[in-house]
C-alpha cells in the first residue's frame, strides 16, 4: 500500500484541506477504537514527536520505536521487533499515524481481554505458523527479561517453558493453537498485565514518559 503518492498530495494541499483530512482521520479513529477524538488528536501529537525524532518524514522508524521505548535507537530485542512487526500493519517498514492508533487502542484498559489474548498470541507466533512453538515461547521469555533487565538462569527459564507448556498444550502436540493459547491466558490474567496500558485512559493529560525523554533527541 503506498503511502508516497498521498503523502505528495498532502505537501500540495491547502492548510484548511490538510486540517479537514485530519479531523475526519481523527473523528474515524475514535469511532474505531476506545479513544476519543480529543484523545485521537494528543495521540496525533504523541506521534508527530516519535516521527520526527530520528528521521523528520512523519512516519514511525524501527529505529524511532526503539527509541520511544529504550531512549536507545540502536538496541536489538526481538520483543521490540515483534511489536514493530505487528504495529507496522501494512508491512512497508515504517508505521503510519492509523495504524499506530489503532495498535495502541489493543493496549487500552477498556479493550476486551480477548482482544489482547489475539494480539498477544501473534507476538508469540515469531514465525507466524498459527501456533506458537517451544522455541519461541523461549526466544520471547528471553527477550522479555531482557526488556525488564532480569537475569534468570537458563535452569529457571526452562522450567517457565515447560510449565508454560504443561498447562496450555492441552491437546499434547507440543505446539499451543490460538484456541489453547486463550484458554490459558483466561485461567492465567497476569499473562495480559503487559498488555494494558494504564495511561491510555486519558492520554489527554497523561503522556508516557519516553516521550518527555524522548524530545531531548529532536
Aim: aromatic share 10%; with cysteine.
Amino acid at each position: 500500500m503506498g503511502c508516497g503518492p498521498s503523502k505528495r498530495a498532502n505537501e500540495s494541499a491547502t492548510p484548511e484541506a490538510k486540517a479537514s483530512s485530519a479531523s475526519a482521520e481523527h473523528i474515524s479513529l475514535a469511532s474505531e477504537t476506545p479513544f476519543t477524538v480529543s484523545e485521537v488528536e494528543s495521540l496525533y501529537e504523541l506521534f508527530n514527536q516519535l516521527s520526527t525524532s530520528v528521521i523528520k518524514d512523519g512516519l514511525i522508524h524501527k529505529e524511532e520505536f526503539q527509541l520511544a521505548l529504550f531512549q536507545n535507537s540502536k538496541k536489538n530485542n526481538l520483543f521490540l521487533d515483534r511489536m514493530f512487526d505487528l504495529f507496522d500493519v501494512n508491512q512497508n517498514g515504517h508505521i503510519e499515524f492509523g495504524e499506530f492508533v489503532r495498535s495502541l487502542a489493543v493496549f487500552h484498559p477498556k479493550t476486551p481481554d480477548a482482544v489482547k489474548a489475539s494480539y498477544a498470541f501473534k507476538l508469540y507466533d515469531l514465525r507466524q505458523t498459527g501456533y506458537i512453538e517451544r522455541v519461541e515461547l523461549k526466544e520471547m521469555v528471553l527477550a522479555l527479561l531482557s526488556e525488564s533487565e532480569l537475569n534468570l538462569s537458563d535452569d529457571i527459564v526452562e522450567m517457565i517453558v515447560d510449565k508454560t507448556f504443561v498447562e496450555a498444550d492441552a491437546k499434547g502436540e507440543g505446539r499451543i493453537d490460538e484456541e489453547e493459547w486463550k484458554e490459558y491466558v483466561a485461567k492465567n490474567p497476569l499473562m495480559l498485565k503487559n498488555m494494558t496500558l494504564p495511561y491510555l485512559m486519558d492520554i489527554t493529560t497523561s503522556f508516557p514518559s519516553f516521550v518527555l525523554k524522548g524530545e531531548a533527541h529532536d
